[in-house]
C-alpha cells in the first residue's frame, strides 16, 4: 500500500508563563492511501495538535514543532515557508473541525465560503467554481443546494452545516483529509449519518482520512486502524480488529473497558482511575504508570520499548518484556 | 422590513415629540429670560418686547404655538439677533459644521479602523504598544489642547496650514485633525479589541485551513464581524461631529453651528436653544436608526423584522 502521509517522531511544545508544554512527544505514524486512521486519546493527549501540526495550523508563538518530520509527497512540511504550506492547505491536505456551529462564518454566504476556497487553489472562473458548488454540496448530502447557496450558516441545522464544512474542506479534491472530532458536537442519528458520509466519500473519491477522536464508537464504524494516543505518544497502534479484540496496554484496555455496554448486568459506569501526567514535566518512565494497574519499578524509571506484534500492530509497555511476564506468572 | 421601518419611524417621531415637550418646559423652568441681561429695559418697553414675542401667553398656549410652527419647519425668529430666522442660522451654520464634519469622521473612521487591526494583528508587539499609546494619548487629550498645539506647531512655527478660517481645503487641514484625533482613538481601541477576540474564533482557523492568505483572512472573514461594536458607537459620534463642536469651531473661527448652542444658552434666546435641540436630536435619531440598518447588513443574523426566515 501507498504511503501518503509519514510523521517521523514528531515534537510540538507550547511555551506558556508556567513553562514549556510537551504536548507531542514523539509521535510517529504513516498513512496509507485510502484509509482510515483514527488517533484516538482522552482529552489534553496531544491528537489535536498532532493533527493542527501536520496543517502548519499550530498558533506559533506559543506553538512551535521542536523536532521530527511530517513527510507529504516526498516534502517535509514541517521545513515548509507559510506561502508553500498555504497551497497544500485546502488543495491536498485539509481540515475538518469539531463543532459546525461556530466553523463556518457568520456573516458569509455559503456558495461564497466554498467558491473563496475553490478560487484560491484551481484556475476557474466564478461560474464553473460555483458549479463545483453546487456538485460538492449534493455530494455530502444537501437537498436541493441551488436554492441554499445564497443561505448564512445559521440558516441551516448543525447535521447540515457540517456536511457544508466536509464539502468546504473536500471541494478540492484533497489526499488527505484530517477530521478532529467531527461527530463530537453531533447528536446520536446525526453522527451515524455523518460517518456513512465519510464512507460513502472514500469509496469514491479514495480520500485518505486521519480521525481524531475520543469516542471509540466512532472508532469502531469506520476505522481501519487505530493509534492510541496518551500524554503526548502513541502508546498503542494496530489495524481494528487487533485493537479491539487483542488490545495489549493496559491504557487502550482501559479505554475499551470504559465504553458504557448495554449488553452487561452491572449499571456502574467504569472509569479508569486517575488522571493523565502534567505535561510541563512529563515523567521519565511511561506515562500511564502511575494510573496503571499491572506498574512495576522499571515502569516508572525506564520509557518502555517499543514491542512489533505484527506488521501493523505495536504497543510501548514493560508487560511484553520476557521477565515481566515472569513475574506475572509468579504473582 | 417595510412593517419594521414605518414602526422606526413612528417611535422617532414621538421620540422627537417627546424631546421638545421635555426641552421646552424645562427652558422655561429657567431663571431669566431673553430680556432681563445687564442693561435694564423700562418696565413699558419690557411689556412690549414680551408681547411681541408672545412670552406674555400661558406656557401651554406657547407650547401649543410652537409645535404649531414646528410642523410647517418654521422654528421662529431669534430674540437676541433680531434681525434673523432660527431657519436661517442652521441653513447657514450647519453646512460648514457638516463638511468639517463629514471629513473627521472620514479620517477618524479609516486611521481607527486600521491603526486598531494593525495592532491586533501584531498582539503585544512594539507596533500595537505604540498604536496604543497613540490611542491613549487621543483619548485623554482634549481637543481644544490638540487645537492649540496644532495651531502653535503647524501654523505659528512652521507656517504650513492657515492659523484660522475657513475658505479653502488648507484651511480645513488642522481643524479635522484636532476634531478627529479623539474619535480616532476610540475607533482604533475597540476595533482592536474585537479584533483580538475574532480572530480566535473557529471560523478563522477554517479560513486558514482553506488555505487563505492572511490579508484575504482579516479582511473577508475578521474585519467584517470585528466591525459590529464599532458601528455601536458610530452613531452617537457621527450625530456630536456633524452638528460641530463649539470648541473647535471657536478656535478656527469657523461660522458653524457649534457656538449656536452655547450662547443660546447663556442669551436665554428660548428659539435659538429650541432649534439647535431639535435639529441635534433630529440628526441623532436618524444615525441610531441608520446603525440599526447596518447592523442588519453587516450581520445577517440580527434580523430587523420578527417574523422571517424561521
Redo the contacts between chains.
Keep these: 500500500m501507498k504511503k501518503v502521509l509519514e510523521v517521523k517522531d514528531l515534537y510540538v511544545s507550547f511555551t506558556t508563563y508556567g513553562g514549556e508544554v510537551k504536548a507531542v512527544r514523539g509521535v510517529s505514524f504513516a498513512l496509507n492511501k485510502g484509509e482510515t486512521l483514527a488517533i484516538v486519546g482522552e482529552s489534553g493527549c496531544g491528537k489535536s495538535v498532532t493533527s493542527q501540526s501536520i ?1 502548519g ?1 499550530i498558533p506559533t508563538p506559543p506553538g512551535k514543532i521542536t523536532g521530527g518530520e511530517i513527510l507529504f509527497k516526498g516534502r517535509d512540511l514541517t521545513k515548509l515557508k507559510e506561502p508553500e504550506l ?6 491536498d491536505i ?2 475538518i ?1 469539531q ?1 459546525p456551529m ?7 454566504t455559503v456558495d461564497e465560503q466554498i467558491i ?2 475553490i478560487i ?2 484551481e484556475k476557474l472562473s466564478r461560474l464553473e467554481a460555483k458549479q463545483k458548488t453546487i456538485d460538492i454540496l449534493h455530494l455530502v448530502g444537501i437537498p436541493g443546494p441551488e436554492s441554499r447557496l445564497k443561505q ?1 450558516p ?2 441551516f441545522s448543525g447535521g447540515m452545516r457540517q456536511r457544508i ?1 466536509i464539502a ?2 473536500l471541494v478540492c479534491e484533497p489526499e488527505v483529509l484530517i477530521a478532529d472530532e467531527p461527530t463530537t458536537a453531533l447528536d446520536v442519528t446525526i453522527q451515524a449519518q455523518i460517518l456513512e458520509l465519510f464512507k460513502a466519500i472514500q469509496e469514491k473519491t479514495g480520500v485518505s482520512i486521519i480521525l481524531i477522536t475520543h469516542d471509540l464508537g466512532v472508532v469502531a464504524q469506520v476505522a481501519d486502524r487505530i493509534a492510541v494516543m496518551y500524554a503526548g505518544k502513541i502508546v498503542e497502534a494496530g489495524n481494528r480488529r487487533d485493537i479491539f479484540y487483542k488490545p495489549q496496554h493496559p491504557y487502550t484496555k482501559g479505554l475499551l473497558n470504559s465504553v458504557p455496554r448495554l449488553d452487561r448486568e452491572e449499571a456502574e459506569l467504569i472509569s479508569i482511575a486517575g488522571s493523565p501526567p502534567d505535561l510541563f514535566s512529563p515523567p521519565i518512565g511511561c506515562p500511564f504508570a502511575a494510573r496503571c494497574d499491572y506498574a512495576m519499578e522499571v515502569c516508572d524509571r525506564v520509557y518502555p520499548f517499543k514491542t512489533i506484534m505484527n506488521r501493523e500492530h505495536h504497543v510501548d509497555c514493560w508487560l511484553q518484556d520476557e521477565r515481566a511476564k515472569r513475574l506475572l506468572a509468579v504473582k | 422590513m417595510n412593517t419594521y421601518i414605518i414602526k422606526r419611524l413612528t417611535a422617532m417621531v414621538v421620540t422627537l415629540w417627546l424631546i421638545v415637550t421635555l426641552t421646552f418646559f424645562l427652558m422655561h423652568s429657567l431663571p431669566g429670560s431673553p430680556f432681563n441681561q445687564e442693561r435694564t429695559t423700562s418696565e413699558a418697553v419690557q411689556k412690549n418686547l414680551e408681547a411681541f414675542y408672545h412670552l406674555d401667553e400661558p406656557l401651554l398656549v406657547q407650547y401649543g404655538s410652537y409645535l404649531k410652527s414646528l410642523l410647517t419647519l418654521d422654528f421662529g425668529p431669534s430674540i437676541k439677533n433680531s434681525s434673523q430666522d432660527v431657519n436661517d442660522m442652521l441653513g447657514r451654520g450647519f453646512p460648514i459644521s457638516f463638511e468639517l464634519g463629514l471629513w473627521t469622521l472620514l479620517v477618524a473612521i479609516t486611521s481607527g479602523i486600521i491603526l486598531g487591526v494593525v495592532a491586533s494583528l501584531r498582539h503585544n508587539g512594539i507596533i500595537d504598544y505604540l498604536a496604543m499609546t497613540i490611542a491613549v494619548v487621543g483619548i485623554s487629550v482634549p481637543n481644544f489642547v490638540m487645537a492649540t498645539l496644532l495651531i502653535q506647531q503647524l501654523a505659528v512655527k512652521w507656517p504650513i496650514f492657515p492659523v484660522a478660517t475657513w475658505s479653502s481645503s488648507m484651511h480645513m487641514v488642522l481643524p479635522i485633525l484636532a476634531l478627529a484625533t479623539g474619535p480616532m482613538a476610540i475607533i482604533a481601541r475597540l476595533t482592536r479589541t474585537s479584533m483580538l477576540e475574532v480572530l480566535t ?3 478563522i ?9 492572511p490579508f ?1 483572512i482579516v479582511v ?2 475578521a474585519l ?2 470585528a466591525l459590529l461594536p464599532v458601528v455601536t458607537v458610530l452613531g452617537t459620534l457621527a450625530a456630536s461631529i456633524l452638528t460641530g463642536t463649539f470648541v473647535i469651531e471657536k478656535i478656527f473661527a469657523i461660522p458653524g453651528m457649534g457656538k449656536y448652542f452655547v450662547d443660546s444658552i447663556s442669551n436665554r434666546d428660548y428659539p435659538v436653544i429650541m432649534g439647535t435641540t431639535v435639529f441635534y436630536s433630529t440628526i441623532l435619531i436618524v444615525m441610531l436608526f441608520l446603525v440599526d440598518l447596518m447592523y442588519g447588513i ?4 440580527i434580523k430587523l423584522h420578527k417574523k422571517e ?2
Design positions: 496543517m495550523l498555504r497551497k497544500i492547505r485546502g488543495a485539509s481540515m473541525f463543532d461556530t466553523a463556518l462564518n457568520p456573516t458569509m473563496e476556497g484560491q487553489h448564512y445559521h440558516q464544512v468546504m474542506a | 474564533q473557529d471560523y482557523r477554517t479560513a486558514k485551513a482553506k488555505g487563505l492568505s484575504k473577508k472573514h467584517r464581524n453587516l450581520d445577517p443574523r426566515g424561521k
